[in-house]
């Protein structure tokens, strides 16, 4: 069995995940944001993982795209990823 790679999310209240994302390097190059949020919603209690379209995730000061691969993001095993979400409206005055 391979090493298994993990990426530590930081909440909406400031606590710490630790997602099991795949076990190899093959895997971790592939894995893609929306995936990433899918094993998230998964450890969300209640209906919080419902709506995963509210939540945006942020690496370093890049915002993740769905579609991207975190290893565009250079995102590796023990990276952590912060999980803000998205308010509607918001006008700048």
Request: proline share 0%; net charge negative.
């Given at each position: 069995?391979?090493?298994?790679?993990?990426?530590?999310?930081?909440?909406?209240?400031?606590?710490?995940?630790?997602?099991?994302?795949?076990?190899?390097?093959?895997?971790?190059?592939?894995?893609?944001?929306?995936?990433?949020k899918k094993k998230i919603a998964e450890r969300l209690p209640g209906r919080a993982g419902d709506d995963m379209n509210?939540?945006?995730?942020?690496?370093?000061?890049?915002?993740l795209v769905d579609e991207s691969t975190l290893a565009s993001y250079g995102v590796q095993h023990k990276s952590t990823i912060q999980m803000v979400m998205r308010v509607p409206g918001g006008v700048l005055l």
């Open positions: 069995m391979g090493k298994l790679f993990q990426v530590i999310v930081n909440g909406f209240n400031g606590e710490k995940m630790t997602i099991d994302l795949c076990n190899t390097e093959e895997q971790m190059q592939s894995m893609t944001v929306l995936q990433l509210t939540v945006r995730l942020i690496f370093t000061t890049k915002e």
